[in-house]
């Protein structure tokens, strides 16, 4: 559902940058958990070049 490596969520979820309920040491993911993540994704990302650069043609 998330396209994430499940090694991705533990170890965001054990740094507390994405929203989850520990029960002992197991995951759990509500639906609210998992609009919010699929929100997170679903926002633009910023500083990055909208196209790519084209190379000079090379000198003759």
Do not use: N, Y
């Not at 396209?3 to 740094?15: H, Y």
């Amino acid at each position: 559902m998330l396209r994430v490596p499940e090694s991705w969520l533990r170890r965001r979820a054990g740094r507390r940058q994405i929203p989850c309920t520990f029960l002992g040491k197991h995951l759990r993911f509500s639906a609210a958990d998992l609009a919010a993540l699929i929100g997170a994704a679903a926002e633009p990302a910023t500083g990055r070049r909208s196209h790519r650069r084209r190379r000079p043609p090379p000198p003759t």
